[in-house]
T-cell receptor, first 110, second 116 residues
């Protein structure tokens, strides 16, 4: 039931792009994305509700393919501040709790 | 400041003891959560609670119990602490989910529990 994230870790140079994937074996009601920096609490990035929905915030965007039960997070022209662990959280139904993937550790180097 | 706060930030205790972690939110949210993050950074839901409903993750031992004196507080009480309980515990809150919607969760700073 736990969503699977890939890759587990990625190292980028400033300005490079990255894609983080999240897939589930269950039909999904929504997908949430959070970023956690070392020693800090997870911070909300975005929620995707409808199949095919895409959302973006500055240079971070995400898509949700409801049929494939997958979501992808796109980081464009990465900045040092993007470093952290990215978690996708899935809601398998309209009721119930958020289930997080194991996270993807992103390191952006100068 | 509006936020989700937790106390204490660090908690070191002996096996077998009973301890509580407190959580307060002043965001006006009506749903609160407890998560456990282990040493491998796996973030796992333990409970979600609003005035009407407690949803318990079935894998959580009954030594763990949430207690909510009011809508702004959700405390976590742990009995007979074990070594495996060592982790960072995060409290979070959100608005109650309405049909067709989903709400972001705001996390507290975490409580690092170490059981010796």
């Amino acid at each position: 039931q736990q969503p699977v994230q890939s890759p587990q870790a990625v190292i980028l140079r400033e300005g490079e792009d990255a894609v983080i994937n999240c897939s589930s074996s269950k039909a999904l009601y929504s997908v949430h994305w959070y970023r956690q920096k070392h020693g800090e609490a997870p911070v909300f990035l975005m929620i995707l509700l409808k199949g095919g929905e895409q959302k973006g915030h500055e240079k971070i965007s995400a898509s949700f393919n409801e049929k494939k039960q997958q979501s992808s997070l796109y980081l464009t022209a990465s900045q040092l501040s993007y470093s952290g662990t990215y978690f996708c959280g899935t809601e398998p139904g309209s009721q119930g709790n958020l289930i997080f993937g194991k996270g993807t550790k992103l390191s952006v180097k100068p | 400041d509006t936020a989700v706060s937790q106390t204490p930030k660090y908690l070191v205790t002996q096996m077998g003891n009973d301890k509580s972690i407190k959580c307060e939110q002043n965001l006006g949210h009506d749903t609160m959560y407890w998560y456990k993050q282990d040493s491998k950074k796996f973030l796992k839901i333990m409970f979600s609670y609003n005035n009407k409903e407690l949803i318990i993750n079935e894998t959580v031992p009954n030594r763990f119990s949430p207690k909510s004196p009011d809508k702004a507080h959700l405390n976590l009480h742990i009995n007979s602490l074990e070594l495996g309980d060592s982790a960072v515990y995060f409290c979070a809150s959100s608005y109650q989910r309405l049909a067709g919607a989903a709400n972001e969760q705001f996390f507290g700073p975490g409580t690092r529990l170490t059981v010796l």
